[in-house]
């Protein structure tokens, strides 16, 4: 973490990943210019929300269990849980906008309506979520973070634990998908010293998918290179 503080006297977050990748197609930047405003939570950045005020879920949501994913990618499992579940709501958080992009395009076409979409940081987002707000947490296929000197940068390290821990329900569920061992390791290390159980009493706990669970394009890539998922999970205490 940096020494520096943004206007508000909150710490400044360094952020390591991609926030763009390929040049956009017009009909992306279509979407992201019409669609993604009304797909908002409410306001979650310091700029919108000096004061850190929490979100109005209800507002939002009505009386809906609240879903979080973090990181979705592409958005495919997101709106295949929406259209599954039209009853939760499911909240995104991305900073790929390319990601965002492909998710608005799924949304169009699935024409859910249970979701909306932080295009930004998860821990800028946990900031204003009100406390045991969150029914179900879902990280599928984070950045792996290879090397030894990066893992601090993984977001399973007390940076990103403990305020998602604040903002899980008792009872609720945390899922982890992965295709790397170490992080598998590490995942099982720091999970539960943040007040998380790990559910599994068998090794096909961990090796077989979730009931309704759909194949993201990261796991079809982890097969295609003979890499073995594990669906890790956990209850919140």
């Known amino acids: 973490m940096s020494d520096r503080t943004h206007e508000s006297g ?13 040049t956009l197609r017009d009909s992306q930047r279509r979407y992201l210019r019409e669609d993604l405003a009304a797909l908002s939570p409410g306001p979650v950045d310091r700029e919108d929300n000096p004061d850190r005020k929490p979100l109005d879920l209800g507002r ?7 879903w979080l994913e973090i990181g979705f990618g592409g958005g495919e499992h997101m709106v295949h849980q929406a259209a599954r579940n039209p009853e939760v709501a499911i909240l995104g958080a991305e900073p790929f ?24 940081d998860a821990r800028d987002l946990f900031d204003v979520l009100p406390e045991a707000s969150i029914a179900r947490a879902l990280l599928l296929y984070p950045d792996p973070w290879p090397k030894a000197r990066h893992h601090r940068r993984r977001f399973v390290t007390a940076e990103h634990l403990e305020p998602l821990a604040r903002v899980m329900a008792p009872g609720a569920e945390l899922r982890i998908a992965t295709d790397i061992p170490d992080y598998v390791r590490q995942t099982l290390e720091e999970v539960p ?7 599994a009493r068998a090794a096909r706990d961990w090796r077989t998918p979730w009931p309704d669970w759909t194949r993201t394009r990261y796991e079809a890539k982890a097969l295609r290179e003979g ?10 205490a």
């Open 227 to 236: 890499r073995k998922p594990h669906y890790l999970t956990f209850l919140r």
């Open 10 to 22: 909150a710490p400044w977050r360094n952020f390591y990943g991609r926030r763009r990748g390929k």
């Open 193 to 199: 010293r943040h007040g998380f159980r790990w559910t």
């Open 97 to 120: 906008i390319n990601g965002v992009a492909m998710l608005l395009a799924r949304i169009r076409e699935a024409r859910v309506d249970n979701v909306a979409i932080h295009p930004g």
């Open 60 to 66: 939002r949501f009505g009386d809906r269990p609240l």
